[in-house]
């Protein structure tokens, strides 16, 4: 089985500080770990993605992960908060060995970010 | 923004009656999702189907069933609806290639059982 833990349901910073947002990980195989995105009232987006050919991942928005497999961490960050980095972030799991399960994520509890001016 | 449209948005229906929620996607992609997100929850998977008439269950498949009878539409039905199920429902769709691959998401839709 697979689980993923945020540290952190409301995350709080000002704007041009940095990001910081935590996500534990548990896997008995070798995971693909995500992060997603979700701004109010819309649906989920893909920030990046680990699939094991770097352990320092970056995304768009310039957001990046680093995978630390001692540490069962997948955290994401970013140098400078911006307004309109403000919304929910959840971590998720997959395994390459799911066989057919394609896209079948176990997702975090999520961290609702908040950007101050 | 890939194609998906959920429907209805919003709904509000009382305890015991059916709902049917309704995903329709334009993209020809394979595989198709239903999600439910909570507060505390994140997101936990009820059904998904991996191709016309073949579904099967997620994590939190009870009270729930799906249809798939064409490979644009994915019907989501709670038969008899109860409080527990007020949630916020989202549509996923992704191509079935790889296990790594991105998920497309819906807008969602507001569930209230009274």
Redesign the interface.
């Known amino acids: 089985a697979q689980s993923v833990t945020q540290l952190g349901s409301h995350v709080s910073v000002s704007e041009g500080a940095l990001v910081l947002l935590r996500c534990n990980y548990s896997s008995s195989v070798p995971p693909y770990l995500f992060w997603y995105v979700q701004y109010p009232n819309q649906g989920l987006q893909l920030l990046l993605k680990y699939t094991s050919a770097a352990t320092l991942v970056k995304g768009i928005n310039g957001f990046e992960a680093e995978f630390k497999k001692s540490e069962t961490s997948f955290h994401l960050t970013k140098p400078s908060a911006h307004m309109s980095d403000a919304a929910e972030y959840f971590c998720a799991v997959t395994s390459p060995l799911s066989g057919t399960s394609y896209g079948k994520l176990t997702f975090g509890q999520g961290t609702i970010l908040t950007v101050h001016p | 923004d890939a194609g998906?449209t959920q429907s209805p948005r919003h709904k509000v229906t009382e305890t015991g009656t059916p709902v049917t929620l309704r995903c329709h996607q334009t993209e020809n992609h394979r595989?198709m999702?239903w999600?439910r997100q909570d507060p505390?929850?994140?997101?936990?998977?009820i059904h998904?189907s991996?191709g016309v008439k073949d579904t099967d269950k997620?994590e939190v498949s009870d009270g729930y069933s799906v249809s798939r009878s064409k490979t644009e539409d994915f019907l989501l039905t709670l038969e008899s609806a109860t409080s527990s199920q007020t949630s916020v429902y989202?549509c996923?769709i992704?191509?079935?290639?790889?296990?790594?691959?991105?998920?497309?998401?819906?807008?969602?839709t507001q569930l209230s059982v009274l």
């Open positions: 998906i595989y999702y999600y505390g929850h994140g997101l936990r998977l998904y991996y997620g989202f996923a992704s191509e079935g290639r790889t296990t790594n691959e991105k998920l497309f998401f819906g807008s969602g």
